[in-house]
């Protein structure tokens, strides 16, 4: 009866035994990989940087790049946990793409293709707002000019006397020039570009030779086809020849602003100051008669065809100069087609009265004709 017992009871633990190993958990399929934060790229014409982060699971699966089929317009490199994809500028009319891989060395998931696209070029537009050709004289001074694109643009110069800025957002540049103190003209190129499209100006600066405002300076004598002698202020047809020591028909351009103004000196009369303003577009001087200078007034004489008698007016008279700046021609009041004209400088007595001083002459054409300034040589 033991015995049967035993038996049984082994049989039962046997088969227990056996049914627990035949019942054991296999172990699971784990899977393993990489997941990516994009699985491809998009680039302007334009180009740049982009980026793609790569999170391998589990952590210790090893992955790598395939670039054997990216295109050259296209670099993609690894930086820790992440793809680096650069793209160069399209300058084509056509959009373009290529690709790269992610792969496994361990055989542990598929490849992975990554696309990379770029959009095509538009058409660069560029509009400058400056002639092709830009002069300076001599003088230190700047221009600026518009600048109108659709695309990133850059101003660059082939000289160094001369700098070129931009100011994209404003959308203008300007040239600076220092001043030409030698005695050759400079010749420099600005060039400007955006896209495929370029602008050029070709810039010059003058020298102090060559500048209207500097020659301007200097000595000048009033002359005269014709003159008469009037102590009184009486018109008077006697030919007078004054001597232009005693009577100050050398005066002197002296330089106050540049460009804007100068300063005649000793005009008719030693010690006077007669401030002139200078026209940049005829390169001549216009004379405001009738202005104070020292304690002195200088008017600009006009008389009536049926007058004796010179009147004074508070007027500005216009010199304008020849080609070679060595005349300056004044633009005289007429009248009926005549030019009855004249200087005069006056002063007061004690009594408050004006009374002429030191010119007792007054320089005409008689009937009509020019009054000039000649240029002295030094």
């Not at 038996?7 to 990489?34: H, Q, T, Y």
């Not at 220092?178 to 600005?190: F, H, I, L, M, Y």
């Not at 020849?241 to 804007?260: C, H, M, Q, R, W």
Request: proline share 5%; with cysteine.
């Amino acid at each position: 009866m033991d015995r049967f017992i035993f038996r049984r009871m082994w049989s039962i633990v046997l088969l227990c035994a056996i049914l627990f190993v035949g019942c054991e958990k296999p172990a699971p399929n784990v899977m393993r990989g990489v997941q990516l934060s994009a699985y491809g790229v998009g680039f302007a014409a334009e180009g740049g940087d982009n980026e793609i982060v790569v999170t391998p699971y589990p952590d210790s699966v090893k992955w790598e790049l395939d670039v054997t089929a990216i295109a050259d317009w296209a670099r993609c490199e690894v930086e820790g946990n992440a793809i680096s994809v650069t793209a160069e500028p399209n300058s084509n009319a056509q959009s373009r793409n290529t690709s790269f891989k992610i792969v496994s060395p361990e055989a542990l998931f598929d490849e992975i293709v990554i696309s990379v696209d770029q959009e095509a070029a538009t058409t660069a537009e560029l509009r400058v707002i400056a002639p092709e050709s830009y002069a300076f004289d001599s003088a230190a001074s700047s221009y600026t000019f518009g600048v109108f694109t659709n695309k990133e643009w850059n101003i660059s110069a082939d000289a160094e006397w001369l700098t070129a800025t931009m100011e994209p957002e404003a959308q203008r540049a300007t040239i600076s020039v220092e001043a030409n103190e030698g005695d050759e003209v400079r010749e420099a190129k600005v060039r400007i570009e955006a896209g495929n499209k370029a602008y050029t100006i070709a810039v010059t600066q003058g020298t102090h030779a060559d500048n209207p405002y500097y020659r301007l300076l200097g000595n000048w004598e009033i002359t005269a086809s014709k003159w008469f002698y009037s102590p009184n202020g009486s018109l008077n047809s006697l030919d007078y020849a004054p001597n232009p020591s005693d009577y100050y028909l050398i005066f002197t351009l002296e330089e106050v602003e540049y460009g804007k103004t100068l300063k005649m000196r000793d005009f008719l009369y030693p010690g006077t100051e007669l401030e002139v303003r200078y026209d940049a577009e005829t390169g001549g001087i216009i004379i405001p008669f009738g202005w104070t200078v020292l304690s002195y007034d200088v008017f600009f004489y006009v008389t009536l065809v049926s007058s004796t008698q010179f009147s004074y007016a508070s007027m500005e008279v216009e010199a304008t100069p020849n080609d070679e700046c060595t005349t300056l021609t004044l633009d005289l009041p007429t009248v009926d087609g005549f030019n009855y004209v004249g200087f005069g400088l006056w002063t007061y007595n004690d009594n408050g009265a004006k009374v002429a001083l030191g010119s007792n002459y007054r320089p005409t054409m008689f009937p009509m004709g020019d009054v000039q300034f000649v240029k002295k040589s030094e």
